[in-house]
């Protein structure tokens, strides 16, 4: 099972991003998905979650202007994040509690590797 992240880049202040994470591999079902961040010299913190009927919580920081959502159908999480400030510079990964096809009910944690967000004039 593996978590590939995508969507990061350089962006102005205001302007707009759109992160992908898309699981793959010998899933039998996902629970919840969520997006983290770890800005250069700070601890990795959570930016939002959803979980598996769709209920979400964002961090106070982003409350707002960044959206999370998902489609099952393709395994695949999504962070769209509005209204940037430079504050919001990090790397950006996507994480999953996965149960494992054929490894039992338990639900294991896997990482994508991150995606590079830069926000700057």
């Known amino acids: 099972v593996q978590l590939q992240a995508s969507g990061g880049g350089l962006v102005q202040p205001g302007g707009s991003l759109r992160l992908s994470c898309a699981a793959s591999?010998?899933?039998?079902?996902?629970?919840?998905m969520a997006w983290y961040r770890q800005a250069p010299g700070k601890q990795r913190e959570l930016a939002a979650v959803?979980?598996?009927?769709?209920?979400?919580t964002y961090a106070d920081s982003v409350k707002g202007r960044f959206t999370i959502s998902r489609d099952n159908t393709k395994n695949t999480v999504y962070l769209q994040m509005n209204s940037l400030k430079p504050e919001d510079t990090a790397v950006y990964y996507c994480?999953?509690?996965?149960?494992?096809?054929?490894?039992?009910?338990?639900?294991?944690?896997?990482w994508g590797q991150g995606t590079q967000v830069t926000v700057s004039s």
């Open positions: 959803i979980a598996t009927g769709g209920r979400t």
């Open positions: 591999g010998s899933i039998f079902s996902i629970r919840a």
């Open positions: 994480n999953a509690e996965i149960v494992v096809r054929g490894a039992g009910p338990d639900g294991y944690d896997y």
